[in-house]
């Protein structure tokens, strides 16, 4: 893994000013390619979701079981430590003071006494006409307030189309759009359900939505890392 997360202070500004911070390639094209093979491994995973069959958009996504492969543990566990503190000062903002633990292990103990215990990380593949609807990533009441999705196709290059999406509501305003075309490798980090955005007196609270725009050619393989553990 090409070791090279941004500094906590870079992710934090990017995050506050637009809602949204991606990171440098955390993974190798190589990497990418090993990553995208265990789509294929029936094994590897709890639950397969085809997405059209939910009304959730058009394509499948599929929820690793634990243990983790090695990679997806290695990066939740990295980027979990890096947004920790970040996560703590949001909620600060927000007016619901909560410290998270340093480490990915100690707050999954929280979420296994809050009887959350199922592995949430998944893959998801989109061919072309594929989508997903606008959507909030919560599996019970414990939820952790940033997650990451990694590319791991190149965009423009492997597909066209297939942006993520990201749409903001802050109070008695029309909504705000986002589209970033996530670079191979890389990982967007945004919030699940909420954020602290700058208003006229503080912060006012802005809900989030995330979605992945139709893909018009090609394939767009997925890492999802959602730090929080399912209910089911
Ligand atoms: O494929 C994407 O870019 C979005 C995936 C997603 O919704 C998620 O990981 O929670
Ligand atoms: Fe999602």
């Not at 543990?73 to 000062?89: D, K, N, T």
């Not at 296994?112 to 592995?119: D, E, P, V």
Request: hydrophobic share 40%; charged share 20%.
């Amino acid at each position: 893994m090409t070791a090279c997360l941004p500094t906590t202070e870079r992710l934090e500004q990017d995050l506050r000013a637009a809602g949204h911070a991606v990171t440098p390639p955390l993974l190798t094209a190589a990497e990418c390619a090993g990553l995208r093979a265990l789509f294929d491994q029936p094994d590897l995973f709890r639950k397969t979701v085809d997405m059209g069959r939910h009304a959730y958009g058009s394509g499948l996504y599929r929820y690793f079981d634990y243990p983790l492969p090695e990679p997806v543990a290695r990066l939740r566990s990295a980027l979990y430590a890096e947004l920790a503190p970040v996560a703590g000062r949001m909620a600060a903002d927000l007016r619901r003071p909560r410290a998270y633990p340093p480490d990915l292990e100690g707050y999954l103990a929280e979420c296994h006494a809050a009887g959350q215990r199922r592995a949430t990380p998944l893959m998801l593949s989109y061919g072309p006409g594929d989508y997903n609807r606008l959507h909030q990533d919560l599996y019970g009441a414990e939820h952790f307030p940033l997650q990451a999705v990694i590319g791991l196709n190149k965009p423009g290059g492997d597909y066209e189309g297939g942006e993520f999406l990201l749409m903001e509501n802050r109070p008695r305003q029309q909504s705000i759009g986002t589209a970033v075309a996530i670079p191979q490798g890389a990982a967007v980090i945004f919030p699940v359900a909420e954020r602290p955005a700058p208003g006229a007196r503080g912060y006012v609270k802005a809900a989030m939505r995330h979605g992945v725009s139709r893909v018009r050619s090609g394939n767009r393989l997925t890492l999802g890392l959602i730090f929080h553990d399912a209910t089911k």
